[in-house]
């Protein structure tokens, strides 16, 4: 019989919800156009800097956009965050 494994699969990778700028845990994430997601305020920032150079660009693939893009909220990504920070943490002193 095979031995009982330990559920697998279930656990999402941390990295998946981390921000690529401040390599937290997104906050108020947000996704753009090449796929990467950014929390609001940081991926606001970078463009900030970017702004006098007329092109804004991805911060993890380096895509540039030629315009800001809009910054549409990731529900999907918000909704996860919002469970796992609902997690009771266990090492509470
Ligand atoms: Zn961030
Ligand atoms: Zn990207």
Redesign the pocket.
Known sequence: MAAQQPERGVELDNSQFC?A??L?L??EPVTIHCGHS??R??IEGCWDQEKKKGKYSCPQCRETFNSRPALRRNNMLAEVMARKVKVPRKQYV
């Open positions: 921000c700028v401040c937290e997104l906050k950014y929390c305020s940081c």
